[in-house]
């Protein structure tokens, strides 16, 4: 039974880093660049839900629509201003145009009077309240981020699936040039792709807040959704939720099972061992250069 | 103006280009070893830090900005530096011996790394490094028998010859030797076989290849190399800290390191030191900014990581060559004086040469 509840909980911490995985995966399909500044992203997306709520007094599920429509409105803003100019410079120039893009979005946040440097809780409608399944307790925290992952999830399918937008996103993502020769808008199309990644991200930091509590500082558990993406595919949308999910797994489990120390750990353990034993992850394709 | 006529390829590989090059460096080198009898000591102590960092500086540009392997683990060697440091030297054991050990055990962790990566490109690499840096970075908290754990590990000045060295002047140039050592040496090892192999994979793997070079015996290579010069500024490091703890080798700090070569200019030894006096400036730049500014924006505790956000975006949006690209810009305006033209440092827009494809 411990295993049981041990395996929800991990559940619901992975679907956390698969979100955010989701976002690096989002922008590394469109772009082929990686954004470290994903974890700040979320961080961002509590922020404005907190203000949203608890500033101006909005009914939750209004203040939620608005900050996932404000941080979409803001990842199309920092491709369209800060990303844009050095398309086509070498990838390691927007990881560290990102990192720097973290380290600013975190000081300006916390730079906020009496507000950033603090702890805040969510005031979220669902709070403090337990469903019992079976011999299972499961915190209705829990239970709302895997519900919602799994709405979302079905939502980008459904996107990439049918809709116009989707299948010209697929395009660009397999092949930028040939998709911009069939008039495709690839960079239209890459400043959404940025939109949706922050959108993703907002989602992810509204469904941790009630978890862990707002703070400046929570955009660093952007840095085991790496291991997340990774383990997934780097390149795989359903990849990222079930790398999530085998992280968050596992980092549970070996929390109870295992000596201290390894829970912090057992992430980058995983990926190192994933990365050597099949480095295109579990659902990455594999992609061969003819000369 | 001065105009470079070559005629022998032994020119095109000589340390010093021409005599105004001897001048310089004669009186950079001149400057630095008067610097403690001029400068106040508390700037004899930011001068230390920034040899200090520039060599871990210079480790981290040689793979980064000459292999094109980039580490975002890199504090991991400059832990293992510093810890082999303190332990061996708490045993009672000569300076010289222990920073031979420090570095060797660097390479070797390097070495460690190096190999598994080798099947690794790109933002896979990065990840396996930072993967590698958290491990490392836990095993230095819970290994409290060798490290202290959290609670950190005090370190006794370096014995040299039966002395101590206490004082800020003597570790000084204790710093600037091995400073100007280890440049040397990576200098040099630009320019022989092995730094073109180490540039020529960076440029293309496929051709390097193509032409002979092993591919994993210099990448291994620039890991450990890279490895072992992270360990010597680890070793000083400690030595300077008196104090060691695992979060002074944190991600943050390998962040800072990677920072430090961006800024300074990738692909440049200049730009090495160049980072690290500008990581060591910056902290009192933004102290004397700060007065300047409203209450309300200076006395921020965010205000630091704002500024350098800023100055890390600004460079890589409008001098991706760093500090160094500055500079060599200013030079080749007054070499050329009044022939400069606007776009003589201009970037080529290509394609985005794809990182999956490969």
Redesign the interface.
Known sequence: MQFLQLLVSGLSQGCIYGLIALGFVLI?KAT?T?SFAQGELMMLGAFCGLVLMKLLGMPFWIAVVASIAAMALFGVLLERV?IR?????????V???T?????????????I?GF??DTHALPVPYKDEAVQLGPLVLAAEQLAVIAATAVLCVLLYAMFRYTRLGVAMQASSQN??AAYYMGIPVQRLNGLAWGLAAAVAAVAGLLLAPITFVH?NMGFIG?KA??AA?VGG??SLPGAIVGGLVIGVIESLSGFYLP??FK??A???V??LM??VK?NGLFGER???K? | MRFLFKTSYEQDIRLAKHGGHVLWYALLCLALLAAPWVAPEYWVAQLTFVLIYGIAGLGLMLLAGFTGQFSLGHAAFLGVGAYTQAVLTGMGWPFALVLACSAGLSAAVGVVVGLPALRLKGIYLGIATLAFGFIVEEVFARWESVTGGNSGKAVLPPQIAGHALESTEAFYFLCLGLAVVCTLGIVNLLRAPTGRAFVAIRDSEISAQSMGIHLAYYKTLSFALSAALAGIAGALYAHKMQFISPDQFSILQSIDLLLMIVIGGLGSVHGAFLGAAFLILMPQLIALGKDALPEAIGQAPGLQAVVYGLVLIGFVLFEPMGLYGRWLKIRTWLQLFPFYRKGLFKRQKTFQKSDRLK
């Open positions: 590394y082929e990686v800060v100019p050095i398309l086509g410079q070498p990838a390691f120039s990881v560290m145009l990192i720097g893009i973290g380290y600013v979005l975190r000081g300006l946040v916390t730079m009077p950033g440097t930028q040039l400046a840095l790496f291991p990774v780097f390149g201290e120390g912090d750990t992430a980058y353990i990926v190192l990365l050597m480095p992609l061969v250069k000369v």
